[in-house]
């Protein structure tokens, strides 16, 4: 099986600019999980999307949001860009059984500038 | 919210050498993970704890999941320069949406 696949894997975007990042998640998965890393931060979870629906919310302002598809692939979109929004975003797919575990792709590196 | 503690926070290692890290929290989790991330990469899955007391292995890793259920170690034997990378615990609770929860990493190193 194909593993989690994002894109785009770097970015460079400037303050007050929008990006929209992807995830595919492995086949079958039907939840995605969004997180973003920095260094002073840690790993911290933004969303998670269920069949189409928003499960769960992380403590993140309204800037950034996301959707899934009926595919189950997802996008995040984060609005008026910051300076401290420069991180790795990681998406994580898992089957959301009784022994659900999640499964990171390689992520996408923002840097706003 | 919800945090885990986990250390040590960086660690050096010699070839050969057995290292243990550990994660600690004042919640109680139901599921525990470990993963480990190399630079400019995800986070991969190396062993995932589902039930308190349980020990599970995955070649020289082995990682236990703690009869209070707040805690977890993972155990790495006979280390190789391939073992350095950022190592992560992450919980999961039910209490807090079964949204997992991570460790701020051990960092392991090279001895030089």
């Known amino acids: 099986k194909a593993g989690v696949t994002q894109t785009p894997r770097y970015l460079i975007k400037t303050r007050g600019q929008q990006v929209t990042l992807s995830c595919s998640p492995i086949s079958g998965h039907r939840s995605v999980s969004w997180y973003q890393q920095t260094p002073g931060q840690g790993l911290q979870f933004l969303f998670e999307?269920?069949?189409?629906?928003?499960?769960n919310k992380g403590n993140f302002p309204g800037r950034f949001s996301g959707r899934q598809f009926s595919n189950s692939r997802s996008e995040m979109n984060v609005s008026t860009l910051e300076l401290g929004d420069s991180a790795l975003y990681l998406c994580?797919?898992?089957?959301?059984?009784?022994?659900?575990?999640?499964?990171f792709g390689p992520g996408t590196r923002l840097l706003v500038l | 919210g919800q945090q885990l503690n986990q250390s040590p926070q960086s660690m050096f290692i010699q070839e050969g050498e057995d290292v243990s890290m550990n994660c600690t929290s004042s919640s109680i989790f139901n599921t525990w993970l470990w993963y480990k991330q190399d630079p400019g990469e995800g986070p991969v899955l190396l062993i995932a704890l589902y039930k308190a007391g349980e020990l599970t292995s995955n070649g020289r890793l082995t990682a236990q999941f703690g009869i209070t259920r707040k805690d977890s170690f993972l155990n790495i034997s006979a280390s190789i320069p391939s073992d350095v990378g950022i190592y992560f615990c992450?919980?999961?609770?039910?209490?807090?949406?079964?949204?997992?929860?991570f460790g701020g990493g051990t960092r392991v190193l090279v001895k030089p």
């Open positions: 994580a797919s898992s089957n959301a059984g009784a022994e659900e575990t999640q499964y």
């Open positions: 999307y269920f069949s189409e629906t928003q499960r």
């Open positions: 992450a919980g999961r609770s039910a209490t807090a949406g079964n949204k997992l929860t």
